[in-house]
């Protein structure tokens, strides 16, 4: 198997490495590599949301992303969301709400919603909103904290 | 974690001599990866090769003349943000949107859904009524290819050996929707699905039917009894009974017979209540 050199931008920092496998994914770069363990895995298929990171803005499934199509991109993961604006009002959103119950989808959500308000901006319906965050799964069940989350932080964007 | 080399040709000519320089179960082209890296994962023979298209320049979208032109490798999340897509082709906007969640579809394309031609594709129906054409380029040049010949079977198309797919066409805004029903409303395989668009150049309807096997097919039965924008309720009424009766309609793991022939006929209401509902199509 080849390992080629990649570089991107993470959290604001550069992360250049030179023997990235073809086959490595996004999602263990920035957990083994960059020691970001604030992403998460969970189904690893696409299925549950837990692995997502903003690419170039947008919400992206880091475990279905080769991580040599991500190159040259701004990455942001969970640990670097309070640097934006929009991710810092999330964040807070979360904690008022006590959104949270075993924590696992958390960064997912976080992450998700910080990248839609980003996308749609923050007249965005909350219905829109929770339609659009369909992708990321609560093991917990804890969706009716999660969707005053939601509200919460579209109040505190407007 | 299966392992294979990661190609990544600058251009389209590069890409198909890379393509070419390979025995074809060796080499798979990558797109935005969503299906791809599933079968890399789970799959029994995978290939030792992968060549990304993501230096190409088909990550486009344009609307000159009233005709949509998707480029292949543009993320479904940009098509479906596109401001005039939801008022001009409704079911496009809506199979888009079928298409997992909001993360996947950044990475996911329209390219990479028709190259792997998944059985139960949410985009196939739609494309099927607003009669898509796909443009292909290969060894031998380039060709374009109508959605209902495009897809053979389930994972078979006509592509040829180092042939891609290079954009999608929509030959006209069309009044449409897209009905389908799940158990859970992201993320999983619609048990039946139903399109339904009016091409106002015929005065005629288009109805395709998802979530059957082998793939997506066009009803022509169930198309038949409706004419003009605005069909009669006995015109969907008797469609409806048609699409129901439909062979392709059979029980498995997902759902039974029974169940998907109420579907369909429930689905196939919905679809051409909105599709009217839509004032779709021609400004």
């Known amino acids: 198997m080849t390992a ?5 931008r993470v959290n604001g920092r550069s992360v250049a490495l030179d023997d990235v496998p073809g086959a490595e994914r996004l999602l263990d770069t920035l957990r083994w590599r960059a020691g970001l363990k604030g992403t998460k895995e969970g189904c690893r298929t696409g299925d549950c949301g837990a692995c997502t990171v903003l690419v170039d803005g947008r919400p992206t499934l880091s475990c279905l992303t080769l991580s040599h199509e991500a190159e040259g991109s701004a990455i942001v993961t969970v640990e670097g969301i309070e640097d934006d604006p929009v991710g810092r009002h999330v964040v807070a959103a979360f904690r ?3 959104a949270v119950q075993c924590g696992y989808c958390t960064p997912g959500f976080v992450v998700a919603l910080t990248g839609l308000f980003k996308e749609r901006g923050a007249a965005t319906p909350v219905p829109t909103l929770l339609d659009d965050l369909g992708g990321n799964l609560c093991r917990c069940t804890g969706y009716a904290a999660i969707a005053r989350a939601v509200a919460a932080a579209r109040e505190r964007l407007r | 974690m299966a392992e294979f080399s990661l190609v990544a040709p600058r251009t389209v000519d590069a890409a198909i001599a890379e393509l070419r320089s390979h025995p074809a179960h060796e080499a798979a082209v990558l797109a935005g990866g969503t299906d791809l890296l599933f079968d890399l994962d789970h799959g029994r023979d995978p290939p030792r090769t992968v060549v990304s298209l993501r230096h190409l320049p088909w990550r486009t979208l344009d609307w000159t003349g009233g005709i949509l032109t998707v480029g292949s490798t543009l993320p479904l999340r940009s098509l479906e943000l596109d401001p005039d897509l939801a008022a001009r082709l409704p079911a496009l906007a809506q199979a888009v949107r079928a298409v997992g969640g909001i993360a996947l579809r950044a990475r996911a394309t329209l390219g990479g859904n028709l190259g792997r031609s998944a059985p139960a594709s949410d985009l196939l129906p739609a494309l099927l009524v607003l009669d ?6 290969g060894p031998q040049g380039d060709r374009s290819v109508p959605i209902d010949r ?4 389930s994972r078979e198309t006509v592509l040829g050996r180092a ?3 290079r954009a999608v066409r929509f030959p006209e805004p069309r009044a449409s929707a897209y009905a389908w029903q799940r158990v859970r409303p992201v993320n999983d395989i619609s048990q039946v699905s139903v399109a339904a668009a009016y091409s106002p150049g015929d005065h005629g309807w288009r109805v395709a039917l998802g979530g059957v096997p082998p793939r997506a ?5 169930a198309e038949e009894p409706l004419r003009g924008a605005r069909p009669a309720a006995d015109q ?3 469609g409806a009974d048609r699409i129901a009766r439909h062979p392709a309609l059979v029980g498995d793991r997902r759902a039974s017979d029974e169940y998907r022939r109420r579907l369909a006929s429930a689905l196939y209401h919905r679809a051409v209540a909105a599709a009217v509902a839509s004032g779709g199509g021609p400004p």
């Open chain 2, 236 to 238: 969907v009424a008797r």
């Open chain 2, 132 to 137: 898509a054409e796909v443009d292909l380029v």
């Open chain 1, 96 to 98: 008022d709400t006590a």
């Open chain 2, 150 to 153: 495009f897809v053979k079977a």
């Open chain 2, 217 to 221: 097919i066009r009803v022509a039965d």
């Open chain 1, 4 to 8: 080629e050199p990649a570089s991107f």
């Open chain 2, 163 to 165: 042939e891609l797919i």
